[in-house]
Every structure is written in structure tokens, then in C-alpha cells.
């Protein structure tokens, strides 16, 4: 199935916007195994908009329209898919109550325009939208579907997930369940995953599991797509390709699915009703940032303490000045007393030492982190070069996945792809 | 002149990667007064970029094509681009040796498949790209002039502005220096800003200052698009109409041009050879983090702390527990108490009451700043709604532009628009 996706809007054509809306429907489509074959960008403007649709419905069996569905004179996706089709804008009257009573639960009355969003074309199909006024639809242009959907992200999506790929799925004819199992891993690079994951698309039959990767430095995303007559078959397809996953990038995987690191090292410390406190030098408070606007990490993240300079950072916790350099025993002594300044039962250290220089590529830093908790302090020292923003990431996700290692039981010092030996 | 840009490459088709090119080209021909009226994405699939290139000829003047110029074989631009212009590709002798010196310099040899990048087709005119391999060129393809750019950000950046924008204006025949004033401001939405600036592009002859805005909350961009003969003639036209711009926005205004409201700060206690220190809550670190990781803040920044809980952040600072509630009270004791225990003679604390219950976008928060310096300190009480990502950003911001208005002896307690009265 081609499928074409046209993105409307003159603060979306004109940059003032990204367009992350696009990004995002290609990847879910490819998600499910579909695939986009055109993207075009088009203004507020009513010729250039119908001679889209009339592109579109030309090449595509199937095309997404978004934005264009609000209640303004510059929203104009149903006169034009109404003209395109040869058919008049009726009132909905079902979308118009419905949008009259969700201005009532806000104790606001509907305004005059807003009557427009429930104008659509007489031979559209409502696609719902349970969070918005503007109203979804689906019709045919020539011999392609075209489906409406609204400019507001989190409206988009539920839309695209709930009404719009089921639709996409059923119209292939292929087996309906299509389901996307993620690891989210840090310290081994794309290639080098892909190498150790040889094989692994073959212990699927008929190829019904594909595998993918996203990077998205410093983490990894791999990816396997699959495929099954019903939820019950893909869990028995995956189930031991999964297993197979996680025994080979082993250590390195953080998460899975929607989790992310923080959440990880959130949950595994309010599992155990621990306690964390946080000192940190050139990665500038983003550690703690992290974790901290996290849902529950009130209870948890006791301190932060940010500085570029050791003497402050000591002199925070009463410790007397010491050598300036970054080590392993100067993250250890600070970790161990903020622990105890604190009260917090885990602390977390990361000192840094950038080199000197005008930043480029070559730059590098020195990294010592420590790790404290009951009888124990654990360290690891790093090496990492590509300039100051790569250091400083790169140092974020160290800091907190020496975190997750330990909370895990796992090692913490296994060296990574990215560290200079 | 219609304007067309088409980009290439899988990984943006299929949303691996978000496509932020097409925003900054379309906005950087904007800034210059050029429009784009269609944008075009396609993979790297020869008979689709063919027939997105023989489109784009037959409705646009110009068109820029980006991506496609690499070493590999899903590089397709030179090949579909000879094919479409219906001539040979030649090998361009300068290109080539321009290649190998890159790598010498680097001390390495040039791998064979990095050749096709100098392959161009025969009526090509060289666009240089002095800081990549990747050949820019452009051609006639029918009745448009193409533009073929590399898909490196910061390689497609300086080509654009160095070589494709001079060439466009001067297609055009307007005047050929445009340049763009910018001022950021936080507080005023956008409305209200173009109400205060009623009038203004009718201070300059002839139409030839531009007003626009751009929002990203919590920060309003305000452009001044500037024509002229030459730079002076640009500058005179601008002088009374940007002081202007400053006299009605007046104590807004944080930043202009490529300044950063961070930026502005670190830069005012540097030049008074100060010291700061921050105390932060729910905003988590993030206010650390703005200052801390930029040049020359190591000087400056001597110490952040984060924390949730008031008993911890007064604890640390050797105060005496007190009422739970945010208050400018506390605000105040915390922001001076940190002043002594660091040494900086600049304190800024910022704490914030988020509203109990679920994520919505009534939820607010309640936001106490001390900003404490010399004998005095200054406090700030304010409430903002938007769920707790939108009252986070907010009260960052809120405290930033705190600490800038003190420092440049401005009212820091100057009502916004986004504040709940």
C-alpha cells in the first residue's frame, strides 16, 4: 500500500513550527509495517491545497491530511476535500452537540465558529476525537482513502492510533496484530548490536519478526517488529526472540518499552523505600534534572548539589579541600558524606574533569562516579572524547546507569563502546 | 518566485530522523523575504525522486533538493539529477582534488567510493562546501533552477546562506542587503507584543521593515525584517525603529539577537567580577542547568541545590525547619542563608508549590523567588496555571528573568500576562 502523508499549514510550511507531527505518523505507520512513499508540505492556501489532494489521490491508495480542522478562516481541509470529492459540506449534527457539550463541561459557551468544525463533507466518515473539538474524517478521493486529522500532537496521535492504522492494517488484508517490542540500551553502538544480534530475525517463522534500531545518542533503541494472527501468536513468536535479547545485549539494556532510565532508577529506589541524593560538577544539575520532575520522586530524590568547583562541592558536605583533579576516591568521599549530610541511604557522584581548550571534536573529559549505599561504595572511571556537549551527555547517562547497574546488581565499570581505552 | 524544497532520504521519509532541515531552510529564506510553496519528501527510490524533481520544474522557480549527495549507493541526487536534466555525469577534476586534500589534512587516504561525490552532472555549476565532501551544485532542470544541498546540518546551513540565498536574491533583482533584527522577550504573549507595536512598520519608507514574531514558550521572538541598498542604508532605516521596539517593550526584553537569557546573565556578573549560587525545587536542577555547562560559568556559578522537600533544601543551609508552604518568606532566608554558606555575593531561590492532583492543564503552581544581593533582597510571588511541564518551564524562566532584571536594576516584580492575577 502507498501511503502519502500531507502536512497543511503555513506555520508548518514557512519553519515557524518543526514539523515533528510528520516524524512521528511515518514512524508509527513503519511501526506497523506500512510504509510512507510521499510527504508534502502545503500553506493555507486553496489552489495549492487541491491540487495536493488531487496529487495525492493520483499516487497514494492512502493519504493522511494533517491540520487544517480548527475553527479559523485559514482552516480549510473540509471545503477543500468536500471540493475535491464533488460533494457539499453538511452540518454533522452528532460532532455538533457533542462539541456543544464540551464547551458546557468547561462552563463555557461555543462560539459562533466553532459551528464550522462539524461542517464535513456528505460523504465523509466521522473519525472520532475523544480530547478535542476538531472533528477526524475519512473519504475517498478518486480511488485513494483519504483520512483528516487535526494539527494538535496529542489529538493526532490518539487519532492515528485508535482510528487510522486500524483502518490502514484492515484495508492490506494482513494478519491484524502487529505489535512493536523495544530495549533501550546504553554503551554499545548500532553496529555493534546489530552484530551480536545475528540470526536473530531467522528464529522467527516466516519472517514474521523484523528487526530495527534507532540511535539517539547516548542511548540505542532496538527495535523488533512483529507480526501474528493474534495477540496470543505474536507473544508466542516473541517470546523466545525477546529472551534471546536480553541474554545477548544483556547488562547494557536499561529499559524496555516506554520506560526510560530515570523512571528505572525512580522505581527500583521506591521499591526498596530508598532514599537518593545527587552531587554533580560540569554535568550541571541535568542528573538531577532527570529524575527529579519525575510523578513520586518527591518521596525519593532527597538533595542535588551542582558545582563546577570541587572546593564548593566539598565544602557543601564539611569535607576539607583536597587535590583538585577528579578521581574515583574524590567522587567516593563525596558520595559518602552527602549520604550521611542528607540522611539519604543511596548517593550518586559524578565529577568530571573537561579537558582544557577551545571545544571540537577531539575534546575530551574525564569522568569519576561513585556510587554509595549500605557498607558499600562502588566507582568507575571513564574516558570520553567528541567535544564538551558530547562529554556532558555522555556523562548524564553514565552517571545514572552506574545507578541502575548497582540498584540491578550488576557491575558497574563494564566498559562501553564509546570509551577510549 | 515560487519556491521548492525537496528532501531526500529514507531516514526522513520514514521519520528515523525528525526533518529540522526543512524548518530552518524555510525559515532562513522567510527571514529574507523568499517563500516556499511546497515542501517534498521522498526516499532514496530512483523513479520517485525523478518524478518529484520533474514536478517540482514544472511548478516552482527555484527549487532546493537536500540529501542525497553522499558517498554510498542510496545517494541518488547527482545520478537522478543528470537524468532528469537529461546529461552526463562527469567527473569534476577541482572537486575531486579538494576531496583528497581534506583527507590528507585528516592524515588519512581517501577510500575509493568517496569519488562519486565528485561526479556531477555536465552542466552543473559548483556550490562549495568548505567544511564537508559533499559537492553542492546547481543546474537548470526545464524552466527551475535547481539547488542541490548535503543533508549535514551545519554543511547545508553555510551553503544556504553563503551560496544559495545571494543567488536567489539576486534572481529575484530586489535589494541586495536584508538583514533581520531580533529581540527575545518573556512575559507579553504574542498579541499583546503586535498591539504594543501597532504601527511601527509604517516608521520606515517604503515598506522596508518587516515585523514578525515566533513563539516558544515561555520566550517570544520579535523580527524586524530589513531591506536596503547596502548595510548602511539598512542600518539608518533600522535605528529609530528598533529603538522603538525597545521603548515599548521595554523591561521584556531579556535578549536581542543570538543572545541567551542565561547568556545575558552569566555575561552581567562576569563583567562585575560576581559569584551566584541557586537554591531550586520542583523546577528541579533546570535552572543549574541553563548556567552551568556554559563557557566561562565555572568562574561564575559556584554552587546549585535542588531539592523537593523545604527541610532539606533549609537543612542544608544550616536553617531550622519551618511551615512546609512555599512563601516569599522562605524564598528569602534560603536565598540569603545560601549567600553566606557559598561565599557568592549573588543568591537566587526559587521554589515552587505544584497544586495536588492529576496532570491537566488547570493544574498551577504557586512560585516564591528571592533574588539576594548586597543588603538588600528582592522577592517575587506569583501564580501560573498549564499542567506541570507548562508551571516548570514557567517558573525557570521567571527566575532567569529575575535575576536579569535585578542585574539591570529593572523591577523584578513586573505583572506578566501569563500569571494568574
Given at each position: ?37 510521499w510527504?508534502?508540505t ?30 479559523t ?15 457539499e ?17 468547561r ?50 496521535r ?29 554503551g ?75 523512571g ?29 520532575p ?24 564539611g ?7 577528579a ?26 574533569d ?68
Open positions: 500500500m502507498r501511503i502519502e502523508i500531507i502536512c497543511t499549514g503555513d506555520e508548518v510550511l514557512t519553519g515557524k513550527i518543526v514539523n515533528s507531527n510528520f516524524s512521528y505518523m511515518s514512524q508509527k505507520l513503519e511501526d506497523v509495517g506500512l510504509s510512507v512513499v510527504g508534502t502545503v500553506g493555507d492556501d486553496r489552489e495549492r491545497l487541491l491540487e495536493a489532494f488531487r496529487l495525492a489521490a493520483s499516487r497514494a491508495d492512502a493519504v493522511i491530511v494533517n491540520g487544517g480542522l480548527g475553527p478562516v485559514d482552516d480549510l481541509s473540509q471545503e477543500i476535500a468536500a471540493k475535491a470529492t464533488g460533494c459540506l453538511v452540518l454533522n449534527r452528532e460532532w455538533f452537540e457533542k462539541m456543544e457539550a464540551f464547551f458546557t463541561r462552563g463555557r459557551a461555543m462560539p459562533p465558529n466553532n459551528r464550522k468544525q462539524a461542517m464535513l463533507p456528505a460523504t465523509a466518515e466521522v473519525l472520532d476525537n475523544p480530547i478535542g473539538t476538531a472533528c477526524g474524517f475519512a473519504l475517498d478521493i478518486g480511488p485513494a482513502r483519504f483520512f483528516f486529522t487535526p494539527g494538535v500532537p496529542r489529538e493526532l490518539r487519532m492515528l492510533e485508535e482510528q487510522i492504522i486500524p483502518r490502514l492494517l484492515a484495508k492490506t488484508g494482513r494478519p491484524v496484530t502487529i505489535h512493536l517490542k523495544r530495549f533501550h540500551s546504553y554499545l553502538g548500532e553496529s555493534h548490536v546489530d552484530t551480536l544480534l545475528t540470526g536473530l530475525e531467522e528464529m522467527a517463522p516466516d519472517g514474521s519478526i523484523k528487526l530495527g534500531f534507532r540511535a539517539h545518542y547516548p542511548q540505542l533503541e532496538t527495535k523488533l517488529l512483529v507480526r501474528g494472527a493474534d495477540m496470543d501468536d505474536v507473544r508466542r513468536k516473541l517470546a523466545p526472540v525477546e529472551a534471546e535479547v536480553r541474554r545477548r545485549v544483556g547488562n547494557f539494556i536499561l529499559a524496555e518499552d516506554d520506560q526510560t532510565l530515570e528505572v532508577v525512580l522505581q527500583a529506589l521506591a521499591q526498596r523505600s530508598a532514599t537518593l541524593a545527587v552531587a554533580e560538577s560540569f554535568t550541571g544539575g541535568q542528573i538531577a534534572a532527570r529524575l527529579s519525575l510523578a513520586g520522586a518527591e518521596a525519593v530524590f532527597r538533595r542535588g548539589i551542582v558545582s563546577r568547583d570541587p572546593a564548593q562541592l566539598r565544602g557543601s558536605l569535607l576539607a579541600p583536597a587535590h583538585a583533579e578521581s574515583t576516591e574524590a567522587a567516593s568521599e563525596i558520595a559518602e558524606a552527602l549520604r550521611e549530610k542528607t540522611g539519604a541511604d543511596h548517593a550518586l557522584a559524578v565529577l568530571v573537561l579537558d582544557d581548550g577551545t571545544d571540537r571534536i577531539e575534546l575530551g573529559g574525564t569522568i569519576c562516579i561513585a556510587v554509595s549505599a549500605g557498607a558499600r561504595t562502588l566507582t568507575r572511571h571513564s574516558r570520553l572524547l567528541g567535544g564538551r556537549e558530547w562529554v556532558r551527555l555522555g556523562a548524564i547517562e553514565m552517571g545514572l546507569d552506574c545507578l541502575r547497574r548497582y540498584l540491578q546488581g550488576l557491575p558497574i565499570d563494564e566498559k562501553i563502546d564509546f570509551e577510549k581505552k
